[in-house]
C-alpha cells in the first residue's frame, strides 16, 4: 500500500516541476510513425499489396488463367464498350487483368521476402564473421566479397538461371544468394566498429565464447542497419523478378506474375494499352511503397536522432 502511494506522490511531483518521463520504444516509433507523411504512405502501400496477395483467391473476381474467347480485349469499365464484370479490362485471350494482378501480387511479395530472407541470412554471418574474428578469415571473406561483386549482376543471375532452369524456386534461390554481398559488407564495416566497443572487450575479458559475444553482442547492434537494408532490398528484388519473368526466364506460365503480364502486352500497346500498362503500375506501386518504408526505418533508427 505504501509502494503505490509513494509511486504516486512521484508521478504527481514529476508532473508539478515539469519533469517529462521517459516514453517506451513503441510509442516513440508510433509518434515517429504517425509525424512521418512518408512513413504513413508507405506502411499503407506495403500493407494493400500485402492485403492483395494474401486475399487474392476471395477478392479476384475471375480464375486468372481462364481463358473468356468472347470477352478478349474487353476494355477498362470507364471506356467505351467497357464490362463491369472486368473493371480493367481483359487481355487477347479474355483473361481478366485485374484478377491477374492480384494473383501476380502473391508471387512478388513471395519472391521478394522470400530471397531477401535467404540472402541476408547468408551475408549477415559472412559479413558478421569476417568482421567479428578480423585477420586471416576477414581477408579471406573480403577477397571472395570482391570477386564476387566483380561479376556483373544480370549476368551472374542469367547465368545461373539458364543452368538450374526457370522456377519459382530457382528465381528465389537465385535472388537470394546473389543478393548476399551487400548484406556481408556492411555487416562487416559494422562489425568492425563495434567489436571496438567496451562491452565487447569486457564480454572477451570475462571468457564469453567468441560465437556468443558476436551474436549476443555485435549482431544486435548492427541489426538496425539489416533491417533498413532488406526492406530497401525487397524493392530490388521484385524489380529484378518482373525484369526476369519480362524476358521469359522467371516464374513460367501459367502461373501469373508481373512481368509475364507485360511481355504479353508489349505487342498490343497501340491497341489494348491497359494489357501493360496496369501490370506496370501495380510494379511502381509496390516499389514505392517499399522504399518509402525504407526511407522511414531508415531515419527512425538512425541513432543520432533524438528520442522524443
Known sequence: MSDSKDNNLQAESENRFGFKRRSSPRAIL???????????????????????????????????????????????????EGNPEYVLGSDQLGRDVWSRILYGSRISVVVGVAAVVIGGTVGTIMGLTAGFRGGRTDAIISRFLDAFLSIPFIILVLALVGVLGPSLGTIILVLGVTGWASYARVVRGESLSVKEREFVLAAEVVGVKSTRTAFKHVLPNVFASIIVLATLDVAATILAESSLSYLGL????????WGTMIADGREYLSSAWWLAVFPGLAIMFTVLGVIFLGDWLRDVLDPKLKED
Do not use: C, K, N, Y
Not at 34 to 55: D, E, N, Q, Y
Not at 250 to 257: D, E, K, L, R
Open 30 to 80: 508510433f509518434r515517429r510513425w504517425r509525424r512521418s507523411p512518408v512513413g504513413i504512405v508507405g506502411t499503407f502501400m506495403v500493407l494493400t499489396v500485402i492485403i492483395m496477395a494474401l486475399a487474392a483467391p476471395l477478392i479476384a473476381p475471375h480464375d486468372p488463367t481462364q481463358h473468356h474467347r468472347d470477352q478478349r480485349f474487353t476494355p477498362p469499365v470507364w471506356m467505351a
Open 250 to 257: 522467371g516464374v513460367q506460365p501459367p502461373t501469373v506474375t
